[in-house]
Each structure stands twice: as C-alpha cells, then as structure tokens.
T-cell receptor, first 116, second 113 residues
Framework: GAVVSQHPSWVICKSGTSVKIECRSL??????MFWYRQFPKQSLMLMAT?????????EQGVEKDKFLINHASLTLSTLTVTSAHPEDSSFYIC????????????FGPGTRLTVT | GDSVTQMEGPVTLSEEAFLTINCTYT??????LFWYVQYPGEGLQLLLK?????DKGSNKGFEATYRKETTSFHLEKGSVQVSDSAVYFC????????????FGTGTRLQVTL
C-alpha cells in the first residue's frame, strides 16, 4: 500500500529557532499533501494544503509566515516552523493524496515538536 | 461549515463485547464519510469509507452505514479484541476530489481481557 514517511519523528528545539519537518510519499506521487496539527486528546486540525509546484493554501487563522510550506517535488513536502515558541509544541501530521484515488489520503506517522 | 461530532471517550470494553461509536455530521451537499484508526505511536490509517447514502463500509469486522436521513455514520463491531485498542476518528470529505478532511475529536477505545 501507499506509504508516507515523516522526518524527524520527534524534535526538541529552543525558542526562537526554526525547525523543518519533511513529508515523503515513498511509493507514489502526490500532487497534493496536507499538513495537520494535533493537540493532546484533540482532533486533527488542517493547517494547509500543499500542491506541487505552487504556493500552499492556508486555513484561516494559520500564519503562513510562521509555518512555511514547500512542495518542491511530487514526493516531498516540507513544513518549516519559523521562530518557534513553546505554544508551537504539538504533533504535526502530513497526509498525501494519491493521484487517481478519488477520496483517499495516506497519513504519515507524525512528528512531535517540543519547543523549550 | 462542515463539522463532525463524535461521542466522547474513552470507551472501555471487555474483549468480545459489542462496540458502537456514534458519529454525526453537518455538511452541505453529499460528503464522503470515513473512519480512521490511530494505533499507539502510529499514523492514521483508513479503516473504512462510504461515498453515498445507504452505502455500508466494512473492514476488519468493523462496519458503518451512511445514513443521510439521520446524518450519521456510526461505527460498529460485533466482537472487539484487545488489538482493537486505538483512537478512532470519524471524518468527512466535501463534494469533489482531493477535498480536505474534517475530523471529529476522536474516541479512544480500550479493550481489556
């Protein structure tokens, strides 16, 4: 089946620094990837939709200058949390939309970000 | 806007018990409905889906029927196992392809021996 990986699986950084999270579709091409944020014991909240070769579409309330998304190829999207603060600590999950599949998104295992 | 409401957990059941996790939705048009499962330490996996009214999705003994009249998509399993312990998310996708998913808050299921 379609596999999506994320790297790193967890990261600890100091306040004010930037962190990059990678999302890769390992065995298929993904023209569209989604980035979610999950708070403890809460649901996934869509942050942005990433389309290969174009600018990401951010959901209302998500700071695009803080959460930089780049989808440079059909198998890789990156999320960079810039000038991270403790309130950015969360679980970040990406998913990839399988080209030709009408409805199915494949999810990565997530990245735990802790900002100290 | 679209929304999904799930019963709050955690749900604790003994092995072989019957499981129901309620899910209702609000959406315009004719959404597709999904159940995702998240096992400890893993990413979300699609459990089952239904794309039109009266469709029944099923997988691994789990079932859910798309009920447009009650805007519901309740998840059921006749006999749960310890290995079913996980968090279950109900979700919907709006009309159209590659549409973004709207998730419910998730329901944690704990199955004990």
């Amino acid at each position: 089946g379609a596999v999506v990986s994320q790297h790193p699986s967890w990261v600890i950084c100091k306040s004010g620094t930037s962190v990059k999270i990678e999302c890769r579709s390992l065995d298929f091409q993904a023209t569209t990837m989604f980035w979610y944020r999950q708070f403890p014991k809460q649901s996934l909240m869509l942050m942005a939709t990433s389309n290969e070769g174009s600018k990401a579409t951010y959901e209302q309330g998500v700071e695009k200058d803080k959460f930089l998304i780049n989808h440079a190829s059909l198998t890789l999207s990156t999320l960079t949390v810039t000038s991270a603060h403790p309130e950015d600590s969360s679980f970040y999950i990406c998913s990839a939309y399988l080209l030709g599949s009408l409805y199915e998104q494949y999810f990565g295992p997530g990245t735990r970000l802790t900002v100290t | 806007g679209d929304s999904v409401t799930q019963m709050e957990g955690p749900v604790t059941l003994s092995e072989e018990a019957f499981l129901t996790i309620n899910c209702t939705y609000t959406a315009t048009g004719y959404p597709s409905l999904f159940w995702y499962v998240q096992y400890p330490g893993e990413g979300l996996q699609l459990l089952l889906k239904a794309t039109k009214a009266d469709d029944k999705g099923s997988n691994k003994g789990f079932e859910a029927t798309y009920r447009k009249e009650t805007t519901s998509f309740h998840l059921e399993k006749g006999s749960v196992q310890v290995s079913d312990s996980a968090v279950y998310f109900c979700a919907l996708s709006g009309t159209g392809t590659a549409s973004k998913l709207t998730f419910g808050t998730g329901t944690r299921l704990q199955v004990t021996l």
